[in-house]
């Protein structure tokens, strides 16, 4: 029903910065809510920011002031800038969408930030 493509991952120092973005296609409804989750190895996944059709945005506290989440509806994709970055944000980067009919997951995109 959608599918998700994340692109923009790498590596890069401590201080830098990213700006991950995942497409969207299939069936996409009005209302929904994108966002980006994350995950380290051996460790939990972690919500990072989620950003709704109307606009609202949500942030995890470790990353809020340094990450902004933003999505384009006419192109159909989410974007996720990432400034700032530290070693702890290396993770696999999956884009969300949560809408009518469920929740679906894109296949991630790496980043590694080298102290």
């Known amino acids: 029903q959608v599918q998700l493509v994340e692109s923009g991952g790498g590596l890069v120092q401590a201080g830098g910065s990213l700006r991950l973005s995942c497409a969207a296609s299939?069936?996409?409804?009005?209302?929904?809510?994108m966002g980006w989750n994350r995950q380290a190895p051996g460790k939990q996944r972690e919500l990072v920011a989620t950003?709704?059709?109307?606009?609202?945005?949500n942030y995890a506290d470790s990353v809020k002031g340094r990450f902004t989440i933003s999505r384009d509806n006419a192109k159909n994709m989410v974007y996720l800038q990432m400034n700032s970055l530290k070693p702890e944000d290396t993770a696999v980067y999956y884009c969300?969408?949560?809408?009518?009919?469920?929740?679906?997951w894109g296949q991630g995109t790496q980043v590694t930030v080298s102290s």
């Open positions: 950003i709704s059709s109307g606009g609202s945005t």
């Open positions: 969300r969408y949560t809408g009518r009919g469920g929740t679906y």
């Open positions: 299939g069936r996409i409804s009005s209302i929904n809510t």
